[in-house]
């Protein structure tokens, strides 16, 4: 089975910092992209930040100059290092793999995933 799994997020205070890491597990062959996204309350889920498989990356500008995304590719592993954490940053994030390739016993199969989700609070 093939799967992303986020770390635990967790409350920060603000201007503190967090790291959440996303693993792939499973007979992955290979990942385009992997991107994190957030869902604040009363929100639609936006793009946060996501790197490829080249290692290009891209950021929504809020979060541009504060956040960083890199990866791990022998690992199947995308990390979100976030810093200088705003009350505004509050939200579920959600990791997702686009055009995922995997190997279920002799089919080869090409899909996206996502992640369960993981709470990151910023607060004092």
């Known amino acids: 089975q093939v799967q992303l799994v986020e770390s635990r997020g967790g409350l920060v205070q603000p201007g503190g910092s967090l790291r959440l890491s996303c693993v792939a597990s499973?007979?992955?062959?290979?990942?385009?992209?992997i991107g994190w996204y957030r869902r604040a309350p009363g929100k639609q889920r936006e793009l946060v930040a996501e790197?490829?498989?080249?290692?290009?990356?891209n950021y929504t500008d809020s979060v541009k100059g504060r956040f960083i995304i890199t990866r791990d590719g022998a690992k199947n592993t995308v990390y979100l290092q976030m810093n200088r954490l705003k009350p505004e940053d509050t939200a579920v994030y959600y990791c997702r793999a686009v055009r995922l390739t995997y190997r279920s016993g002799s089919t080869i199969f090409t899909g996206d995933r996502w992640g369960a989700g993981t709470q990151v609070t910023v607060s004092s």
């Open positions: 790197i490829s498989s080249a290692g290009s990356t």
């Open positions: 499973g007979s992955i062959l290979s990942i385009d992209s």
